[in-house]
Nanobody
Framework: QIQLVESGGGLVQAGGSLRLSCAASARTFSSYVVTWFRQAPGKEREFVAGIRWSGGTTYYADSAKGRFTISLDNAKNTVYLHLNSLKPEDTAVYYC??????????????????WGQGTQVTVSS
């Protein structure tokens, strides 16, 4: 059983930055992909970024390219999402999710069986 615990959300002004963390518990993540999704009030959950644990290949949604960076720390079993140049429209609950896969082959939330509880990011204008 994999457990994911997010942290690092908060209230920030437009143009500011945050670093979200997703601490993962498992014997090994070498065959997993870990992703970040977000869900704003009244909207569907949307893919933000993903990383392949083995090799570190990354993939970003268009809305995240150039502003967000996903990274991982193998020693800490933690995946990070660095949020820069934040905009009010980035306000959402951010979730990390994982699935067993050697490639980032889907951005569909329902294909990910493991989820954290989410962390709120609020960007004020």
């Amino acid at each position: 059983q994999i457990q994911l615990v997010e942290s690092g959300g908060g209230l920030v002004q437009a143009g500011g930055s945050l670093r979200l963390s997703c601490a993962a518990s498992a014997r090994t993540f070498s065959s997993y992909v870990v992703t970040w999704f977000r869900q704003a009030p009244g909207k569907e959950r949307e893919f933000v970024a993903g990383i392949r644990w083995s090799g570190g290949t990354t993939y970003y949604a268009d809305s995240a390219k150039g502003r967000f960076t996903i990274s991982l720390d193998n020693a800490k079993n933690t995946v990070y999402l660095h949020l820069n140049s934040l905009k009010p429209e980035d306000t959402a609950v951010y979730y990390c999710a994982a699935r067993r896969s050697i490639v980032i082959d889907t951005t569909t939330a329902t294909r990910y069986p493991y989820w954290g509880q989410g962390t709120q990011v609020t960007v004020s204008s």
